[in-house]
Structures are given as C-alpha cells and as structure tokens.
C-alpha cells in the first residue's frame, strides 16, 4: 500500500497545494468544461467549504499569465492529458477577486472591504504603471486609483463612480499590456450581500453592487469571460438587472455536477489508501446526500478531509460556520416554518416550490424562499421533483442532507433554549436520572427567558403556538447521548408512533419513552390532565414494544408525558413518587 499523502487542513491556494505534494483530489476537468462550454459570464453556486475557491485558485493557476511556465503544477492531472489546454497554461490575463472578508455589520465597512477587494487586484498588477505601454497621463491615473483604494482613512469621501468602474479601468489597461482580453475570476460574490440582509442595509449595498457588476460584466468590452462564485442564486432584479449574458449554474443544474464536492467513488478510495475502507456505511451516513445536478452521492470535502485526517467522525461542515441568517429566519419564523422543521428532524420530507433565485426583500414572508435558501446552502437536499400542470411549477421533495446536518439543527435549536446560564445537560441528567422537578423547574425557566423571542408578526406565543416546536426541541437536547442512547423519532410501535425513545446502549441506564401535547381546554381542564392524557397514551398504545424487543425490562422504562398551552409547561411521568409533586405544580 503506498503512503497516503498529507492532508493539509484550510489550505485553498492551488499552488501550494502542489507544490507541498499535499492529498488532492483531481478536479482539473473543471477547467476543460467550462473553458469548452465559451458561456462569456458564469454564475455557479454550491454550498460553503465545498472547494469553490480551490476551484478559482486552480483556474487562476492555470490560465493566468503570473503562473506563465508553471506547467508542473498539472502535471499528473487530467487537464494535463490534453495538448490544447497545455499550450493555454499562464497566457491570460486575469483579475482574480475575492468578496470572502467582506463581513461587515454596516454599510461603510462593507463598501471597504469591497474597495479592499478591488485594491488588492491592482496591487497584484502594480507592475502596469512601469511599463512602456501606458502612457504617461495611464501611470499617473494607475498610481492616483492605487492610492485611493489604500486610503483607510475612515473620513475619506467614497467616489462611487471611481469604485464601480475601477475593475473595467484594470481590465482596459492588462488588454493593452497583454493584447489579450481579461479573464475576470470573482470568488463568494454573495457573501456581503448576506450580511447587508442581516445587518439591514440591503438596497445601499445592493446599489453599489449593481453598478460594480454592470461596469464589471456587462459593458466591460476587455472582458473574454468571467465566472462568479457563491452560495446562493440572487435574484436577477437585485444586482444583475442588466446582465443578460450571464449563465447561472445552481445545485439542481446539470453543468459541473462533479467538479465540486467529492463523488462517492472518490470518498472510498481515500479511505481505502488510508485503512479506513471498514466506516464506508458510516461515513455515507454522516456526510453522503449532497446532490448537484443527477448526480446524487456527493460527499462534502470539507468533513471528508477531517475526517480522513483524524479518523473521528464530527459535525466538521456543519461547525465552520455561524448560520445567522438561517438561525434568525427560522427562529423568528412562523408556527408552520418549526412544525415543517419538526417534521424534517424527524426524518420526514417536505413537499414544497423552491425558487432557487433568493429575493432577500421576501425571506422573512415567503417561506418558499427559506427552503430554497436552505437547499442552496446544502442544509436540504432533493429526493425527487414532479411537474404541478396545475400551477405550473415544479413541487420538490426534500429532507435533511444527512446526520451532520440534523446534529447542526439540533444543537441550533438547543441553543435558543438555553443561553450559557442554562444547563441544559443537567435537564438531560433529570430526565435520565427521574429527577421529574429539576426537569420541569428548567422548562419553566426556558419558557419564561426565551419563548417570546419565537412570536412572528403580531400574533403572541398563546395564538401561534410554536410550543409544537418544543418536540425538536427536546431532540436537539438528547442529541449529545448517542454513545449511551439510540435515539429514535416518531417510530411505529404497539399501535401508533411515539413521540420521541431512548434506548439504551448500557444496562444500567434506563430506556426513556416521551409524548408531547398541546394543552385542549375543551378535552382537559388543566395542564395535568393534558400529561396525564400523553401518558395513557404512551401505555395504551404499547409503546414500550420496540423497546421491550430489545431486550430492556419492563421495570428499567421510564415515561413522561409533556404538555404545553402557551408558556405554561408540565411534565409528568408515571412514576407514582412523582405524582405528587406534578400535581401540587399544577395547581400552583
């Protein structure tokens, strides 16, 4: 068996990637396909950490005119195979930007950090202003534009025009110095208009953006092809109006499906070469069910490489980022938005219209757009589509991605519970140990700080009624014990499906049966009667059957009925020495 290579952990420069000899995984296709497919502006999205901006490294690498004689970089690569892609290594010209730092919580730090962008391409072509080809008044006005950019001064007066012309004024002059015209590589594109939603300075920043793009891509007559990069799709009225020669490439489009992510048969081999081929089935489980185009079994490389590094299987991905945007909108979403969550968490599906085009202006009412946000950010994936001849749109079925993501929601939605004050592992402990009054003195205490923070418009708590959330919520809570649990979720068993069991790996811990209600004050006169109500449920639909299966005693499960009306919560279980103490609860 040859020696596995290093895997060098964060690096996204192509270059020294080769050069250092490190694990690489073969997408060098990529540059044959879109190089041969001559679209003049390509839009492709995909996910975060899912090697876009290796990609662009690579192009930059291959086409740019600073990488002139650096052929080895290729070598052993499928692009160098081909003779006509090896004569058209390092003779363009290229701007390669970068939008990836621009995460600003204003409006002025993000128009910065995008001038900063911009001044780092003329930085990397400074040597234009030493040269026989510009004129004098060229090099003076090359000189002038360089220091403007630099100015950090944060009283300067912003030249808009100055700003969103600069990158058409580079690509004029690299077109007269080379006598070529431009590729223009721009790496997470979208990325400050994220934060311009959040940071709720979303049309200033468009503006500036529109104008940036339109001077860039549309009548930038020096451009030969150019190619964006980002997460999400934005919709075309926000910043690319006039940009009628712009193909766009999403997760569902055929184009490129295999030059980003690892395919399955990639995955395995690099687990074979380094003795780990025995964890094939669990690392489908945990990191398999991205899909571009057809093509299905894509692995995220991000978790791929740690995972092959370490040889322990976390939540990698799902870590590398904070999610703001997703947790505020599905945090502040309707009661429909956490039931439809609920459901996901579950392992169900959703049938839904997606419009992958992401029109922030309508991400807090359209729901429709928070599912296609999520689908493009890799969070959901499509099982399957059909055509409504009815409406005339296509309806997607989509479920989580695969256990990392659900972990990731989970812990999400554990953290809106419980803020750094709140330990909700000893709310786990309660549970496991039957401690029936520190479980319920902590949902008392999360309902009070936090439940008015999950109101949406101008309905309370008590109308809406997201407590239903409160299930995936107890889910994301028990998360943390599947080395001491098999955690299952709205299983059949007996005569129906349970909410949620544990059953225990140990037997020295006990097995855990939970049924959630929502208090009915035609049905039950109070929040006891709602838990007593979950708890004959549980015991007269034999819920304990799957569990008894296993081989767990009778005597080692435990139950406990929740019941909710509002901010009010009781929990009760049907150990009789707790009885008392839920009643005398109750009443108070």
Request: charged share 30%; with cysteine; hydrophobic share 35%.
């Amino acid at each position: 068996m040859k020696q596995a290579k290093t895997i060098s952990i964060g690096e996204q420069y192509f270059d020294r990637l080769r050069e250092k000899d490190c694990f690489y995984i073969d997408k060098t296709d990529f540059i044959r396909q879109w190089w041969d497919a001559e679209d003049v502006v390509t839009l492709i999205t995909r996910p975060r950490r899912f090697g876009k901006t290796l990609n662009m490294s690579m192009l930059d690498c291959f086409f740019s005119t600073r990488y002139q004689g650096r052929g080895e970089l290729f070598k052993g690569l499928s692009i160098w195979q081909d003779e006509r892609f090896r004569k058209l290594q390092g003779t363009m010209p290229c701007i390669f930007l970068t939008f990836a730092g621009v995460k600003l919580n204003t409006l002025r730090g993000a128009r910065d950090g995008i001038i900063d962008a911009v001044e780092q391409a003329y930085r990397a072509h400074a040597y234009l202003k030493d040269s026989d080809v510009l004129s004098v008044e060229e090099k003076s006005r090359f000189d002038a534009l360089s220091r403007y950019l630099a100015n950090d001064d944060p009283n300067r007066k912003i030249d808009d025009t100055l700003v969103t012309t600069s990158i058409q004024q580079l690509s004029a002059w690299l077109h007269a110095y080379y006598q070529k015209p431009v590729l223009i590589l721009l790496d997470e594109y979208d990325t400050p208009l994220q934060e311009a939603w959040t940071g709720g300075y979303w049309q200033e920043i468009v503006d500036f953006i529109r104008a940036l793009f339109n001077n860039t891509f549309k009548t930038n007559r020096h451009l030969a092809r150019a190619l964006l990069t980002g997460i999400t799709r934005v919709s075309r009225e926000s910043i690319f109006s006039d940009l009628n020669n712009m193909k766009v490439v999403t997760t569902t489009s055929p184009e490129y499906a295999e030059a980003f992510g690892f395919t399955e048969e990639e995955v395995f081999a690099a687990m074979e070469e380094r003795g780990l081929g025995g964890q094939r089935d669990k690392v489908k489980r945990w990191y398999d069910g991205f899909c571009f185009g057809r093509c299905r079994d894509i692995y995220n490389p991000w978790s791929i490489t740690q995972y092959l590094d370490s040889g322990v299987f976390d939540t990698y991905w799902a870590d590398t980022s904070s999610n703001s945007l997703i947790n505020s909108l599905i945090r502040r979403g309707s009661a429909k938005i956490k039931r439809d969550m609920e459901a996901l968490l579950k392992g169900e599906s959703l049938h839904v219209s997606v419009d992958e085009q992401v029109v922030y202006d309508q991400l807090a009412e359209n729901e429709n757009a928070l599912w296609g946000l999520l689908l493009a950010a890799g969070y959901l994936k499509v099982e399957d589509r059909e055509l409504d001849e009815n409406i005339g749109e296509w309806i997607y079925r989509l479920t989580l991605t695969n256990q990392e993501v659900e972990f990731m929601f989970r812990r999400m939605i554990r953290r809106w519970f419980g803020g750094q004050d709140v330990p909700w592992n000893d709310f786990v402990q309660a549970m496991i140990s039957g401690n029936l009054e520190e479980m319920n003195l902590y949902m008392d205490r999360v309902a009070q700080e936090t439940f008015s923070s999950f109101d949406t418009g101008s309905k309370p708590s008590e109308v809406s009624q997201p407590e239903r959330f409160y299930h995936g919520f107890v889910l994301g809570l028990i998360a943390g014990e599947t080395r001491r649990y098999e955690i299952r979720s709205n299983r059949e068993s007996g005569y129906g499906r349970y909410d949620v069991a544990m059953i225990p790996a140990a037997p020295d811990l006990p097995a855990i049966v939970m049924e959630f209600k929502v208090h009915d004050p035609a049905r039950e006169a109070t929040l006891h009667d709602t838990a007593s109500a979950a708890l004959h449920q549980i015991r007269n639909r034999d819920y304990d059957r799957d569990i008894l299966t296993r081989g767990v005693d009778q005597g080692r499960i435990r139950h406990y009925g929740f019941a909710f009306a509002g901010k009010k919560i009781l929990i009760e279980s049907d150990d009789k020495k707790q009885d008392g103490k839920a009643d005398e609860k109750d009443k108070g």
